[in-house]
Structures are given as structure tokens and as C-alpha cells.
């Protein structure tokens, strides 16, 4: 057998499952669950947060996410009338909404490639909770239109965005993202994001140990007193076709004392249940936190599993609901929208799938060891959006 510490293993397969058949009760009126903010999963998780994929393209090739091998050329992408249209997204989130979800990620492959995306951004502003609060409406881009968009996706009413860059240096940069895109054009979108008012906003680095680890110091730097809030995320085993090994991840608190070498940190609070990013703050000459010098975040998900408070939930891009990062299939809400479904028939379902839920995929790699056996066959990052 290949040792897969020295061999990167690429499995061919069909990186777009088949879906899940729903749950038995999911239509029966008789066994109604009525929307509502107190929808617990198995684990008493309730259903706060739904990314929400709007197309499987992007215009980089992250060798982490999107290797070329497999992406290339040849590769099909979903037909256009497989992907949710803004009214099928904007009904479910709807269904989500009454549910308990109050923050909605937009998210892909790269969302700004789907064409009149400020359309759905619209739409989606629109929609108030049970409370008749606003939604939290962001946004995870690789910034590569953010120069041209940043001013229509404000007025559309996006509040926040999030800019992915793994790096300063132009050289790794282009390397990371595998199509020579150079860093400056990110950097510009991210002050284009900044002028339009789409902030706060939070930069994401992934980190891989012998491709960017020696750009982290400085990005920290650039960063640093920016009022943008820097994410470190570990390298994760997501999808099936990156090649991951352990090896390659540098653990956060790999991270940390890093900066703490030349940038002193304070640990701080979480501001709400199920944050992803730890947060640490920048210190002052005393050793407490200077808000003046921001914060950034460390996200552990490969050395420090977050699934006990979970609450997240993904649409992919045809309408499938994941309901783990690393699950190998979804269910199938797109036939359910373009059937018969009522409003009701569509909350119904969507409680009778979450209170199914038991996943805890990274509890059981941090417990199990990365290489033993867990599934294979997960969904692509690029397909659910992360
Ligand atoms: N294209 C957009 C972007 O890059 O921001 C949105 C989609 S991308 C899949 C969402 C986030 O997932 C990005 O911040 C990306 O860096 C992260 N990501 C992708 N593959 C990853 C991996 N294997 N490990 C950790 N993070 C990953
Ligand atoms: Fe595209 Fe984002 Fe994946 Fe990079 S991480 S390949 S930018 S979807
Ligand atoms: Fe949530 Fe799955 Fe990630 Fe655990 S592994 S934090 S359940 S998405």
C-alpha cells in the first residue's frame, strides 16, 4: 500500500454525489414541525448559520480547493438550470430563516462570477427573522472582482464581506492561486470593499506548512491595526481530490507563537456560540488588549474540532442541504422547491433533516487519527462553498 505521507493520493470519482433520500417523516402532515428558533439537532445544536453555494465555478485554481488536475478543461460544471435560481434560494432562506437562522454566507466556487448576484443580495436583505431583525448577510470572496463589485454589492445590501488571500508576497500568491493572478488586484478590491463601507472585514489565510507558513508574520503586519480581522485557518481534509496530508497542516498554536515571537497577543472572549476563529488580540506595552491594534483569528478545525456547538447548515449550488462540511452527500430540497412543496411542506422537511443531525466529522479525526478510515468520499469545498 502507498505510504500517503509521500504519495499524494488523487481518487478519480464523481465529485457530485447523488442525493440523500429525505427523511421518512419530512412530508407526512401528520408529524408537522412547526418553524420555529428552538430546532435542536441530536446533539441539542440549534440551526443558526446557512452558507449558501451559488455556483460551482471560480476563476483561481487553489491547489488546496480546486487543483487543476481535476478542474481543468475538461471539467463539467453544473448546467445553469441545475443551479437554485434567486427565487428558489430566497424561498428556502425563507424556510431557514423561520427555522432560527439569522447569518446567511454567500459562498461557492467564487460568488461574484454568478452573473446579477446583486439581484439575489437584494432579496435576501429583505428577508427579517421571526423578530423582524435583518439578517446578517456576508459574503467569502477571492476578491478578484471585488474592485469592479464592492460599490453594487453595498447598495444592494450586503453588510459584510470576507476577502480570502493566502499571501503578500506576489511570487507565492500567484502560486497559491495557480492561474498567476497577481496580489495587488485582491488588495485593491479589499480597499474597494473597505471605501464602499462592507465592513468589518475579515481577510482568510490558509495556511500550508512549506508553501505559506513564512507569509504569515507579514500578513499579520499588514493587518495589524488595519481594523480588518485576519483568520489563520488549518489546512483541512476537505473533498476528495486536494491531496491533503497531515503533514502539510501547521497547527494553530503553530500560528500563534509565531506571532507572539514579534507581535504580542492577548487571548479574548468569543462574542457568540459557535464562532468558528479563537480570537486573539493585539497588546499594548501592559499586556492587555489595545482595540486600536485589532485582533485576529485562529480557525483549528483539523487540531481543534468546533462540532460540539455547530450550527451550521449548507445549501450547494443545486439545491442539496449538507449538513457537514464533510458529509458525503446532501439532501435534495431543489425537487421539493420545484415540486409541489408548500411553504409549510418546505419548513417541515428542512426540521425533520436538521433534527437528524448527529455529525461530527472533526470530533472524530481529532479522536480517531486523520488516516483511519473515516469517508472518502466527501463532498468538494468548491460544490457547498466553505
Ligand atoms: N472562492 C471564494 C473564496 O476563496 O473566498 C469562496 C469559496 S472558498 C471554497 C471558501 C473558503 O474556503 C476560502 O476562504 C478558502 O480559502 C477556504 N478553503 C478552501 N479549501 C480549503 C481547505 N482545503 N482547507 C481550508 N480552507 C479551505
Ligand atoms: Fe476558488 Fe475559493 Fe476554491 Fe480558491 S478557495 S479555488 S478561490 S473556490
Ligand atoms: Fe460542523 Fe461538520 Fe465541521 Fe464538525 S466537522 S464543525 S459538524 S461542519
Not at 488571500?165 to 500568491?173: E, I, K, M, T, Y
Not at 489563520?232 to 500560528?255: C, H, K, Q
Request: proline content about 5%; overall charge negative.
Amino acid at each position: 500500500m502507498s505510504d500517503p505521507h509521500t504519495h499524494r493520493v488523487i481518487p478519480l470519482q464523481d465529485l457530485r454525489p447523488s442525493a440523500l433520500a429525505l427523511p421518512e417523516t419530512a412530508l407526512r402532515s401528520d408529524l408537522r414541525i412547526t418553524a420555529s428558533a428552538l430546532l435542536a439537532d441530536q446533539r441539542g445544536r440549534n440551526l443558526r448559520d446557512l452558507r449558501i453555494s451559488v455556483t460551482d465555478k471560480c476563476n483561481f485554481r487553489c491547489n488546496y480547493c480546486m487543483p487543476k488536475e481535476i478542474f481543468d478543461k475538461d471539467y463539467v460544471y453544473l448546467p445553469h438550470s441545475a443551479l437554485l435560481s434567486f427565487e428558489e434560494i430566497t424561498l428556502l432562506t425563507r424556510q431557514f430563516v423561520a427555522h432560527g437562522v439569522q447569518k446567511i454566507r454567500l459562498t461557492g466556487g467564487e460568488p461574484l462570477l454568478r452573473k446579477n448576484l446583486e439581484r439575489l443580495i437584494e432579496q435576501l436583505a429583505a428577508l427579517r427573522t421571526p423578530e423582524g431583525q435583518p439578517l446578517d448577510l456576508t459574503l467569502t470572496t477571492n476578491g478578484s472582482l471585488l474592485a469592479r463589485k464592492a460599490q453594487a454589492l453595498k447598495a444592494a445590501g450586503l453588510q459584510r464581506i470576507t476577502v480570502s488571500l493566502d499571501a503578500l508576497d506576489d511570487a507565492v500568491f500567484r502560486s497559491m492561486n495557480d492561474v498567476d493572478f497577481p496580489v495587488a488586484d485582491v488588495l485593491e478590491g479589499i480597499e474597494a470593499a473597505r471605501a464602499a463601507g462592507l465592513g468589518p472585514i475579515k481577510i482568510n489565510m490558509v495556511v500550508k506548512r512549506g508553501t505559506n507558513e513564512h507569509q504569515i508574520l507579514p500578513m499579520a503586519k499588514y493587518f495589524k491595526g488595519s481594523g480588518m480581522v485576519l483568520r489563520f485557518i488549518e489546512y483541512m481534509d476537505v473533498g476528495a481530490t486536494n491531496g491533503w496530508r497531515m503533514d502539510e497542516v501547521l497547527p494553530s498554536a503553530d500560528v500563534i507563537r509565531l506571532i507572539q515571537s514579534e507581535l504580542p497577543l492577548v487571548p479574548l472572549e468569543p462574542t457568540q456560540p459557535g464562532e468558528t476563529a479563537q480570537r486573539w488580540g493585539y497588546a499594548d506595552a501592559h499586556g492587555c488588549h489595545d482595540p486600536s491594534l485589532g485582533e485576529i483569528g485562529v480557525i483549528s478545525s483539523v487540531t481543534q474540532a468546533f462540532c460540539s456547538d455547530c450550527n451550521r447548515a449548507r445549501l450547494s449550488t443545486e439545491g442539496q442541504l449538507y449538513l457537514c462540511l464533510f458529509a458525503e452527500k446532501g439532501y435534495d430540497l431543489r425537487s421539493l422547491v420545484r415540486g409541489e412543496a408548500t411553504d409549510a411542506d418546505l419548513a417541515n422537511a428542512i426540521g425533520h433533516i436538521w433534527q437528524g443531525r448527529s455529525d461530527n466529522y472533526s470530533e472524530l479525526r481529532q479522536a480517531m487519527g486523520p488516516d483511519t478510515g473515516l469517508p472518502v468520499k466527501r463532498v468538494e469545498m468548491s460544490y457547498i462553498g466553505g
